[in-house]
Protein backbone atom coordinates (compact mmCIF):
# COMPACT_ATOMS: atom_id res chain seq x y z
CA UNK A 1 0.00 0.00 0.00
CA UNK A 2 3.01 2.31 0.96
CA UNK A 3 4.36 1.88 -2.69
CA UNK A 4 1.22 2.54 -4.33
CA UNK A 5 0.19 5.51 -1.98
CA UNK A 6 3.80 6.53 -3.11
CA UNK A 7 2.85 6.43 -6.83
CA UNK A 8 -0.50 8.13 -6.59
CA UNK A 9 1.05 11.59 -5.25
CA UNK A 10 3.95 11.10 -8.37
CA UNK A 11 0.74 10.71 -11.08
CA UNK A 12 -0.85 13.49 -9.56
CA UNK A 13 2.69 15.48 -9.33
CA UNK A 14 2.94 14.44 -13.06
CA UNK A 15 0.09 15.65 -14.18
CA UNK A 16 0.77 18.92 -15.42
CA UNK A 17 1.99 19.93 -18.85
CA UNK A 18 5.53 20.61 -18.11
CA UNK A 19 6.05 16.63 -17.96
CA UNK A 20 7.81 14.94 -20.93
CA UNK A 21 9.73 12.21 -22.09
CA UNK A 22 13.75 11.72 -21.14
CA UNK A 23 15.24 13.73 -24.17
CA UNK A 24 18.32 11.87 -25.99
CA UNK A 25 21.54 12.81 -24.40
CA UNK A 26 23.21 15.31 -26.16
CA UNK A 27 26.90 15.16 -27.50
CA UNK A 28 29.47 15.89 -24.91
CA UNK A 29 31.02 18.92 -25.57
CA UNK A 30 34.61 19.64 -24.57
CA UNK A 31 34.59 22.25 -21.54
CA UNK A 32 37.31 24.70 -21.00
CA UNK A 33 37.27 25.27 -17.16
CA UNK A 34 39.73 27.11 -14.60
CA UNK A 35 42.18 24.65 -13.54
CA UNK A 36 41.38 25.27 -9.69
CA UNK A 37 37.10 25.47 -8.45
CA UNK A 38 35.61 28.20 -7.07
CA UNK A 39 37.13 29.43 -4.05
CA UNK A 40 33.83 29.03 -1.92
CA UNK A 41 33.45 25.18 -2.68
CA UNK A 42 34.00 23.68 0.72
CA UNK A 43 31.16 26.70 2.14
CA UNK A 44 29.22 25.99 -1.00
CA UNK A 45 29.02 21.96 -0.28
CA UNK A 46 28.52 22.98 3.65
CA UNK A 47 25.86 25.45 3.31
CA UNK A 48 23.96 22.64 0.66
CA UNK A 49 24.33 19.83 3.57
CA UNK A 50 22.62 22.25 5.84
CA UNK A 51 19.98 23.71 3.68
CA UNK A 52 19.00 19.90 2.52
CA UNK A 53 18.89 18.59 5.84
CA UNK A 54 16.94 21.61 6.92
CA UNK A 55 14.22 21.72 3.76
CA UNK A 56 13.82 18.04 3.73
CA UNK A 57 11.73 18.55 7.00
CA UNK A 58 9.81 20.72 6.02
CA UNK A 59 8.47 19.17 2.62
CA UNK A 60 5.68 19.60 0.83
CA UNK A 61 5.99 22.84 2.14
CA UNK A 62 8.53 23.61 0.02
CA UNK A 63 10.98 22.27 -3.11
CA UNK A 64 13.69 21.11 -0.95
CA UNK A 65 17.31 22.11 -2.04
CA UNK A 66 16.17 24.90 -4.17
CA UNK A 67 18.07 27.73 -3.28
CA UNK A 68 21.39 25.93 -3.47
CA UNK A 69 20.77 24.47 -6.79
CA UNK A 70 22.51 24.71 -10.17
CA UNK A 71 20.39 27.11 -12.88
CA UNK A 72 20.06 23.22 -14.96
CA UNK A 73 19.81 20.99 -11.71
CA UNK A 74 17.78 18.09 -12.99
CA UNK A 75 15.42 16.13 -11.52
CA UNK A 76 14.52 12.10 -12.30
CA UNK A 77 12.56 9.39 -10.07
CA UNK A 78 14.51 6.51 -9.76
CA UNK A 79 11.69 3.91 -10.55
CA UNK A 80 10.20 6.17 -13.41
CA UNK A 81 13.94 6.29 -15.89
CA UNK A 82 11.95 7.37 -19.01
CA UNK A 83 10.77 11.21 -17.51
CA UNK A 84 13.74 13.61 -16.20
CA UNK A 85 12.64 17.37 -15.35
CA UNK A 86 15.08 19.87 -16.46
CA UNK A 87 15.84 23.23 -14.82
CA UNK A 88 14.77 26.00 -12.03
CA UNK A 89 11.32 26.34 -13.43
CA UNK A 90 10.22 22.45 -13.62
CA UNK A 91 12.28 21.54 -10.51
CA UNK A 92 10.16 24.14 -8.97
CA UNK A 93 6.79 22.69 -10.77
CA UNK A 94 7.31 19.55 -9.37
CA UNK A 95 7.22 19.82 -6.36
CA UNK A 96 4.65 22.64 -5.98
CA UNK A 97 2.35 19.93 -7.58
CA UNK A 98 4.00 17.17 -5.34
CA UNK A 99 2.53 19.22 -2.51
CA UNK A 100 -1.00 19.73 -4.35
CA UNK A 101 -1.34 15.93 -4.78
CA UNK A 102 -0.43 15.37 -1.15
CA UNK A 103 -3.01 17.73 -0.08
CA UNK A 104 -5.50 16.98 -1.99
CA UNK A 105 -5.27 13.12 -0.83
CA UNK A 106 -4.85 13.93 2.96
CA UNK A 107 -6.32 15.76 5.84
CA UNK A 108 -2.70 16.44 7.03
CA UNK A 109 1.07 15.87 6.03
CA UNK A 110 4.66 15.92 7.72
CA UNK A 111 8.49 15.33 6.90
CA UNK A 112 11.08 13.67 8.72
CA UNK A 113 14.90 13.19 8.26
CA UNK A 114 16.03 10.10 8.96
CA UNK A 115 19.87 11.04 7.98
CA UNK A 116 22.15 12.85 5.87
CA UNK A 117 25.52 11.03 4.28
CA UNK A 118 27.30 13.09 1.94
CA UNK A 119 30.35 10.95 0.18
CA UNK A 120 32.50 13.08 -2.20
CA UNK A 121 29.80 14.76 -4.30
CA UNK A 122 26.71 13.07 -2.97
CA UNK A 123 24.91 13.91 -0.39
CA UNK A 124 21.86 11.09 0.53
CA UNK A 125 19.28 12.19 2.33
CA UNK A 126 16.88 9.60 3.62
CA UNK A 127 13.54 11.06 4.64
CA UNK A 128 9.98 10.30 5.24
CA UNK A 129 6.27 11.62 4.35
CA UNK A 130 3.97 11.05 7.07
CA UNK A 131 0.49 11.75 6.02
CA UNK A 132 -3.74 11.11 7.29
CA UNK A 133 -5.24 10.16 4.49
CA UNK A 134 -8.87 10.72 3.21
CA UNK A 135 -11.20 9.38 0.93
CA UNK A 136 -9.24 10.32 -2.12
CA UNK A 137 -13.19 8.81 -4.56
CA UNK A 138 -14.64 12.43 -2.57
CA UNK A 139 -14.94 15.78 -3.32
CA UNK A 140 -11.85 17.43 -4.82
CA UNK A 141 -9.55 14.44 -4.59
CA UNK A 142 -12.33 12.25 -6.59
CA UNK A 143 -11.47 15.04 -9.53
CA UNK A 144 -7.63 14.84 -9.04
CA UNK A 145 -7.81 10.68 -9.67
CA UNK A 146 -10.22 11.13 -12.90
CA UNK A 147 -7.08 13.45 -13.85
CA UNK A 148 -4.41 11.05 -12.74
CA UNK A 149 -6.06 8.41 -14.96
CA UNK A 150 -6.22 10.82 -17.80
CA UNK A 151 -2.56 11.66 -17.21
CA UNK A 152 -1.56 7.71 -16.79
CA UNK A 153 -3.19 6.70 -20.32
CA UNK A 154 -0.66 9.18 -21.52
CA UNK A 155 2.42 7.52 -20.02
CA UNK A 156 0.99 4.06 -21.53
CA UNK A 157 3.92 3.49 -24.26
CA UNK A 158 6.21 6.70 -23.11
CA UNK A 159 7.21 5.34 -19.53
CA UNK A 160 5.07 1.54 -18.78
CA UNK A 161 6.38 1.12 -15.55
CA UNK A 162 4.51 5.06 -14.34
CA UNK A 163 1.23 3.46 -16.36
CA UNK A 164 1.88 -0.16 -14.58
CA UNK A 165 2.48 1.05 -11.06
CA UNK A 166 -0.49 3.83 -11.65
CA UNK A 167 -2.80 1.51 -12.73
CA UNK A 168 -2.16 -1.06 -9.58
CA UNK A 169 -2.28 1.68 -7.20
CA UNK A 170 -6.11 2.72 -8.42
CA UNK A 171 -7.12 -0.62 -7.99
CA UNK A 172 -5.39 -0.66 -4.04
CA UNK A 173 -7.83 2.67 -3.76
CA UNK A 174 -10.87 1.30 -4.10
CA UNK A 175 -10.38 -1.34 -1.59
CA UNK A 176 -8.84 1.82 0.71
CA UNK A 177 -11.71 3.79 0.45
CA UNK A 178 -13.92 1.22 1.54
CA UNK A 179 -11.41 0.38 4.38
CA UNK A 180 -11.81 4.29 4.96
CA UNK A 181 -15.26 4.36 5.20
CA UNK A 182 -16.01 2.12 8.12
CA UNK A 183 -13.05 2.87 10.50
CA UNK A 184 -10.88 6.29 11.09
CA UNK A 185 -8.15 6.38 8.92
CA UNK A 186 -4.21 5.64 10.14
CA UNK A 187 -1.14 7.37 9.31
CA UNK A 188 0.45 6.36 6.23
CA UNK A 189 4.60 6.35 5.89
CA UNK A 190 5.92 7.03 2.66
CA UNK A 191 9.95 6.37 2.45
CA UNK A 192 12.12 8.14 0.15
CA UNK A 193 16.01 8.42 -0.34
CA UNK A 194 16.71 11.60 -2.20
CA UNK A 195 20.18 11.55 -3.70
CA UNK A 196 22.08 14.94 -5.03
CA UNK A 197 24.79 15.10 -7.04
CA UNK A 198 27.07 18.29 -6.75
CA UNK A 199 29.00 20.38 -9.27
CA UNK A 200 32.48 19.72 -8.91
CA UNK A 201 33.48 23.06 -9.72
CA UNK A 202 30.60 25.38 -7.59
CA UNK A 203 29.13 23.26 -5.01
CA UNK A 204 25.84 23.64 -5.92
CA UNK A 205 23.30 21.07 -6.64
CA UNK A 206 22.94 19.31 -10.44
CA UNK A 207 21.08 16.76 -10.43
CA UNK A 208 18.25 14.99 -7.69
CA UNK A 209 17.27 11.87 -7.86
CA UNK A 210 14.26 10.75 -5.66
CA UNK A 211 13.47 7.15 -5.14
CA UNK A 212 10.56 5.55 -3.62
CA UNK A 213 11.19 3.11 -0.56
CA UNK A 214 9.13 1.32 2.05
CA UNK A 215 10.05 -1.91 3.80
CA UNK A 216 8.32 -4.58 2.08
CA UNK A 217 9.77 -4.02 -1.42
CA UNK A 218 13.21 -3.92 -2.41
CA UNK A 219 14.07 -1.10 -4.69
CA UNK A 220 17.19 -0.50 -6.56
CA UNK A 221 19.43 2.47 -6.83
CA UNK A 222 20.23 4.09 -9.99
CA UNK A 223 23.52 2.65 -11.24
CA UNK A 224 24.87 6.14 -11.56
CA UNK A 225 24.83 6.39 -7.92
CA UNK A 226 28.74 5.54 -7.96
CA UNK A 227 29.21 4.27 -4.23
CA UNK A 228 26.04 5.30 -2.73
CA UNK A 229 23.50 2.25 -1.97
CA UNK A 230 20.28 2.87 -0.37
CA UNK A 231 20.59 1.65 3.60
CA UNK A 232 17.50 -0.36 4.15
Not at 15 to 25: E, I, K, M, Q, T
Not at 48 to 56: E, F, S
Not at 161 to 166: N, P
Not at 172 to 185: L, R, T, Y
Amino acid sequence: MARGFAFLVLVLSLSGAFVSPRPPLPRKRTVHRAASPDPQFAANVGEATDTLRRDHGMIPRLAPGLNVADPEVSLEIAQVSALRFMGLTKYREFWDNFRQGVELISTSSRSEVSNVVQSGLYLRVRWRLIMAPKDVFSGQAQGAVQAAKGALSNFGRQAPDLFQAGSSFLQQAEAWAEEASSAPALERTVEFNSIYELDCWSGRIVKHTLEFRSPEENFDLLGTLQGMPSVR
